[in-house]
């Protein structure tokens, strides 16, 4: 395995806790336990443990379009060109690169850079943080109102999903909900992890339970 090299990209900051940045920190820190060669893009980065690729706007043009949501555009979602610009800036990143990777980790649905890596002979495995779109468009057929406006499956999420090679899931209830649209992918679960606090004791679990 040490001849791999890997490629990890996620639409999040490194380093800060209850995002999956932080989960793909973790995944950076055992590649190099491991003596495992990798590249790591992210949208910010708060651990100066790793270097890491990041665009010149970092973090701040999503808090400014979530902003602008909030404040004077409620019914606008933002996140189509929040993912647009990222996509861009990942696939200059890579067509500019002369490195090829054997496996690529991504944490965001960007179909353009996906469909470029896979050109590349690299295997793709996309990330699934959350439930599927169609699960919010089936409670709102349900009647079970969400608070927050609901439009179509948006496209490059579909586009992301076809063209990956492998799904990973954090639970089974995410996982179902992509199944239930009729995708038929290679997946698996990898449970969202939690730091052990220092004091403890897995007997006090046991005997709680």
Same mark, same amino acid.
């Given at each position: 395995n040490n001849? !791999?090299?890997i @490629?990890?990209?996620? &639409?999040?900051? *490194?380093? #800060?806790? &209850?995002?999956?940045? @932080?989960?793909?920190?973790?995944i950076a820190?055992?590649?190099? =336990?491991?003596?495992?060669? +990798?590249?790591?893009l992210?949208?910010? &980065?708060?651990?100066? #443990?790793?270097? *890491?690729?990041t665009?010149? +706007?970092q &973090?701040v043009? %999503?808090?400014?379009?979530?902003?602008?949501?909030i404040?004077?555009?409620?019914?606008?979602?933002?996140?189509s060109?929040? !993912?647009w610009?990222f996509?861009?800036?990942v696939?200059r990143y890579?067509?500019?690169?002369? *490195?090829?990777?054997? *496996? %690529?980790?991504?944490?965001?649905?960007?179909?353009?850079?996906?469909n470029?890596l896979?050109?590349?002979?690299?295997?793709?495995?996309?990330?699934i943080p959350?439930?599927?779109h169609?699960?919010?468009?089936r409670l709102?057929?349900?009647g079970?109102?969400?608070?927050? #406006?609901?439009?179509?499956?948006? =496209? @490059?999420l579909t586009?992301a999903?076809?063209?990956?090679?492998?799904?990973?899931?954090?639970s @089974?209830?995410?996982?179902?909900?992509?199944?239930?649209?009729g995708?038929?992918?290679?997946?698996?679960?990898?449970?969202?992890?939690?730091?052990?606090?220092?004091?403890?004791?897995?007997s006090?679990?046991?005997?709680?339970?």
């Amino acid at each position: 395995n040490n001849g !791999m090299n890997i @490629f990890l990209c996620v &639409n999040s900051d *490194v380093g #800060r806790g &209850n995002t999956i940045g @932080f989960r793909f920190g973790k995944i950076a820190e055992e590649l190099e =336990r491991q003596g495992i060669a +990798y590249d790591i893009l992210a949208r910010a &980065n708060y651990d100066s #443990r790793f270097e *890491v690729i990041t665009p010149w +706007y970092q &973090n701040v043009l %999503a808090r400014v379009l979530k902003i602008l949501r909030i404040g004077l555009l409620p019914w606008w979602s933002f996140r189509s060109l929040d !993912m647009w610009c990222f996509d861009r800036f990942v696939l200059r990143y890579l067509e500019r690169s002369s *490195v090829r990777y054997d *496996v %690529a980790h991504i944490g965001e649905y960007i179909p353009r850079t996906i469909n470029y890596l896979k050109k590349q002979n690299t295997k793709v495995i996309l990330e699934i943080p959350i439930a599927h779109h169609d699960y919010a468009l089936r409670l709102k057929q349900q009647g079970i109102k969400s608070g927050v #406006r609901i439009g179509a499956t948006p =496209r @490059f999420l579909t586009q992301a999903l076809d063209a990956a090679d492998v799904l990973m899931a954090p639970s @089974f209830f995410v996982l179902d909900s992509l199944l239930h649209t009729g995708i038929q992918k290679k997946h698996f679960i990898i449970p969202f992890g939690a730091e052990k606090p220092e004091d403890w004791n897995e007997s006090d679990v046991d005997r709680r339970a």
